[in-house]
């Protein structure tokens, strides 16, 4: 699985926190963010927690990131 960077802006608990780079990865061409990896017995990485992107706000972007998404993202953790 190729995991690229994107830069958006993140969403927790409908409050915009900030711009954050975060994992990119593509599930049957649907763009995902990866907020959170787990470990499996085998030694490999699964994404634990998600969330899918419209690919028509995806667009190609350069420096730290190689993508950028115009619209926040809610975080899909949870937290206490």
């Given at each position: 699985m190729d995991v690229?960077?994107?830069?958006?802006?993140?969403?927790?608990?409908?409050?915009?926190?900030?711009?954050?780079?975060t994992d990119l990865i593509f599930i049957n061409d649907v763009p995902h963010l990866v907020f959170e990896w787990e470990s499996t017995d085998g030694g490999n990485e699964t994404p634990a927690a998600i969330a899918a992107l419209d690919p028509q706000h995806l667009h190609k972007f350069g420096g730290a990131a190689e993508y950028m998404y115009e619209f926040p993202v809610a975080d899909t953790r949870k937290f206490n």
């Open positions: 690229h960077k994107c830069w958006h802006l993140l969403e927790r608990n409908g409050q915009v926190l900030g711009h954050f780079i």
